[in-house]
């Protein structure tokens, strides 16, 4: 059983930057792929990024790429989202997954365990 619980949103002007962090229960959470999704009022919940246990690969969807950063401290037990560039249409809850296979991440029903989301809200 793993545990998240996120912590770092809050409000920003666009073009500004955020860095979200997720704190994971456990002792194996070195085995688990880490990821964030987001869901903004109205939509679907959607896959941002992903990271393997060994934090040597990742994947991002094409309207976070070049902006957002995953990255992970196994020692930590912590999972990182650096927020660069922000804009209007990054606003969203984001919520952090752990899942013990990798394959299809970007299926939401490849993850096996969720946070309880933060809040990202993004002004024009």
């Known amino acids: 059983q793993v545990q998240l619980v996120e912590s770092g949103g809050g409000l920003v002007q666009a073009g500004g930057s955020l860095r979200l962090s997720c704190a994971a229960s456990?002792?194996?959470?070195?085995?688990?792929?880490m990821g964030w999704f987001r869901q903004a009022p109205g939509k679907e919940r959607e896959f941002v990024t992903a990271i393997t246990w060994s934090g040597s690969s990742t994947d991002y969807a094409d309207s976070v790429k070049g902006r957002f950063i995953i990255s992970r401290d196994n020692a930590k037990n912590t999972v990182y989202l650096q927020m660069n560039s922000l804009k209007p249409e990054d606003t969203a809850v984001y919520y952090c997954?752990?899942?013990?296979?990798?394959?299809?991440?970007?299926?939401?029903?490849?993850?096996?365990?969720w946070g309880q989301g933060t809040q990202v809200t993004v002004s024009s």
């Open positions: 456990g002792r194996t959470f070195g085995r688990y792929a």
């Open positions: 997954t752990a899942a013990t296979t990798y394959y299809n991440l970007r299926s939401r029903g490849s993850w096996n365990y």
